[in-house]
C-alpha cells in the first residue's frame, strides 16, 4: 500500500488545508460511492436557485437536503421531487469527525453535500451560513474532500469585498473551514479538466462537504 505525503497548512486561522491525506484506494473507494449516489432512484440534480438561475454542478445531499430556493435545510427535496434526502453513511460520518480531529476540531456531521463539476462547472463566492446558529457560533468546521480535477478554490473573507486567495483543490485534498474561518467567503472559479489521478478514470470532480446542521 501506498502511504501519502499529506501535509498540513493553516491558509488563514481556522482554515487548514490537508494536502493528500486520502491515498489513492480511498479516493476509489470514495469515487466508487459517489457514483453510485449519482445514479441511484433519488440520485442527482442540477438545483435552480433564486431568480430562476441553474447552478454549475450536480447536488445531492446526505441526511438532510439543503434547499436551493430557500436557502434552508429540510428532510425532503422540496425544491426537486420531494423524496427524502437519503440517509449519511456512518463511515463518512467518521472520515469527517476523523479529519477535523487532525486540526484540533470537533464535529458530529448530520449532512453532506455532494458536488460534481464537469469541465465547465464552478461556484459562485458564498458563505455557507444555513446551519443552526448554535453551530456557525461554535466555529463547527465544514470538512471538504475533494475527489478528481484540481479546482482552482477561491478563499475571501468575512466580506463579499475582501481579498480573494486561489488554491488548487487536487484529488485526495481535504479542506477544513472552521473557527473563525467558518463564515469566510470562498468559490470555485473553474476545474482544471484532465488532472484527476489517471487510476480515478473520473472526468470531472466530486466534492463532499460534511456539516452539523
Ligand atoms: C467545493 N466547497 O469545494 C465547494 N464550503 O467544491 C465549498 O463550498 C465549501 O470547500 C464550505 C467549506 C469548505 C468548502
Ligand atoms: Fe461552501
Not at 484540481?150 to 483543490?169: V, Y
Amino acid at each position: 500500500m501506498l502511504f501519502p505525503r499529506h501535509s498540513i497548512d493553516e491558509i488563514a486561522s481556522g482554515a487548514f488545508l490537508l494536502a493528500g491525506w486520502l491515498t489513492i484506494d480511498e479516493q476509489r473507494q470514495l469515487v466508487d460511492r459517489c457514483r453510485a449516489l449519482q445514479s441511484a432512484e433519488a440520485g442527482m440534480y442540477r438545483p435552480t436557485v433564486r431568480g430562476g438561475g441553474k447552478m454549475r454542478l450536480d447536488m445531492l445531499c446526505l441526511g438532510r437536503h439543503w434547499n436551493a430556493l430557500t436557502y434552508r435545510y429540510e428532510d425532503t427535496r422540496a425544491d426537486f421531487d420531494g423524496r427524502p434526502a437519503p440517509p449519511l453513511p456512518d463511515d463518512w460520518r467518521a472520515l469527517a469527525a476523523r479529519a477535523a480531529a487532525a486540526v484540533g476540531f470537533a464535529i458530529d456531521a448530520d449532512v453532506c453535500i455532494v458536488n460534481y463539476y464537469g469541465d465547465d462547472g464552478r461556484l459562485g463566492l458564498h458563505q455557507d451560513k444555513d446551519e443552526r446558529p448554535e453551530t456557525l457560533a461554535a466555529g463547527i468546521p465544514v470538512v471538504s474532500v475533494s475527489l478528481g480535477d484540481t479546482a482552482r478554490f477561491q478563499l475571501g473573507g468575512l466580506k463579499r469585498r475582501d481579498p480573494i486567495e486561489t488554491l488548487g483543490l487536487e484529488s485526495g485534498d481535504v479542506f477544513v473551514f472552521g473557527g473563525p474561518a467558518r463564515l469566510r467567503y470562498h468559490g470555485v472559479a473553474r476545474i482544471l479538466p484532465g488532472t484527476a489521478p489517471a487510476s480515478l478514470a473520473l472526468s470531472g470532480r466530486f466534492n463532499l462537504t460534511f456539516r452539523q446542521y
